[in-house]
């Protein structure tokens, strides 16, 4: 049973299959009411015409958004070529429709290949990055076209298989956070000269979780809150990338006092910069450790309990 099962504010992390039509915003709010507690954010914003693995934090769990160590995604998504709209998905306004003859299958193939590694993508205005304090969506919206600057993202895996509608290509994708699927539709087709855009997304894993893990909205209401506590997964869960450091109980008690504990003293040599987590003797994961440089020699600095 997860830790949070006997406490009296549930906390943990939930893999949420979040379906296509609601907003990342409308799952949090559901997800409130499920839980009984306010406190809950999530992971990585998914469009209303997608749906798939959204990680929600519930309670204590939320204040470790900002610290999260996997930036890895996967993507299944219908890449539409033979068009473009503002959106750069099927649910914006058309701008162009190609009249010619459609690429075929491996000038599609090694069109998409060409986005393997690490690449710039400018960022779509509908989205919901910020310029000057406003969201750009909310730009868009009113009409309003703002220069972005390019963003460095990584594509780990990238392939392509054509659907039984024409002009239409199953995409697989692994990349890094903050890349815009819709945006890799777009510049996909204007490579190839007849403009794409996306038809459908599907997010298969994010930060480790898989959606063969996730359970959906339906499935929680359909159950008892004990049944649901019992869903969540502990807060180190999101961690498991970062070795683990068990700290004697001496050692313990002077980190939870705020208190660096320099390597030396407990026999280990991780870089400068490198995360760990902290753990008690028993290997109660309490808190994110960072390791920095002190007058005396690199030690282990707590920067976030949890």
Do not use: W
């Amino acid at each position: 049973m997860a830790e949070n099962a006997v406490m009296t504010e549930p906390s943990g992390i939930l893999v949420l299959h979040k379906p296509i039509g609601i907003t990342s915003h409308d799952a949090v709010y559901k997800i409130r009411k499920l839980y009984g507690t306010k406190r809950v954010g999530h992971t990585g914003t998914l469009d209303p015409l997608a749906e798939g693995v959204l990680v929600m934090l519930i309670g204590r769990a939320a204040k470790a958004a900002e610290y999260l160590v996997s930036d890895k995604k996967a993507y299944k998504a219908t890449l539409r070529l033979g068009m473009t709209t503002d959106t750069e998905d099927i649910t914006g306004t058309v701008l162009t429709r190609f009249e010619g003859v459609l690429p075929s299958d491996e000038e599609v193939k090694n069109a998409v290949c060409s986005f393997l590694g690490e690449t710039e993508q400018i960022p779509p205005m509908y989205s919901a990055l910020k310029v000057d304090g406003k969201k750009l969506c909310d730009l868009a919206r009113a009409g309003v076209v703002v220069e972005r600057q390019p963003r460095k993202i990584t594509v780990f895996s990238i392939s392509s298989e054509p659907c039984d509608t024409e002009g239409d290509y199953l995409l697989d994708v692994t990349c890094s956070s903050g890349t815009y699927i819709r945006t890799l539709c777009a510049d996909i087709g204007a490579a190839l000269g007849c403009g794409g855009t996306m038809a459908t997304l599907c997010r298969t894993m994010a930060g480790g979780f898989s959606i063969g893990n996730a359970v959906t909205l339906e499935q929680l209401a359909d159950i008892t809150e004990e049944e649901r506590l019992k869903l969540l997964l502990p807060t180190q869960s999101l961690f498991e990338d970062l070795a683990a450091v068990r700290l004697p109980a001496f050692y313990h008690k002077l980190c939870t006092n705020g208190c660096e504990i320099y390597q030396k003293k407990i026999h280990t040599s991780f870089e400068l910069g490198t995360r760990v987590r902290l753990c008690s003797e028993s290997g109660e994961f309490f808190a994110l450790g960072e390791v920095r440089d002190y007058p005396d020699g690199s030690a282990i600095k707590a920067i976030k309990f949890l």
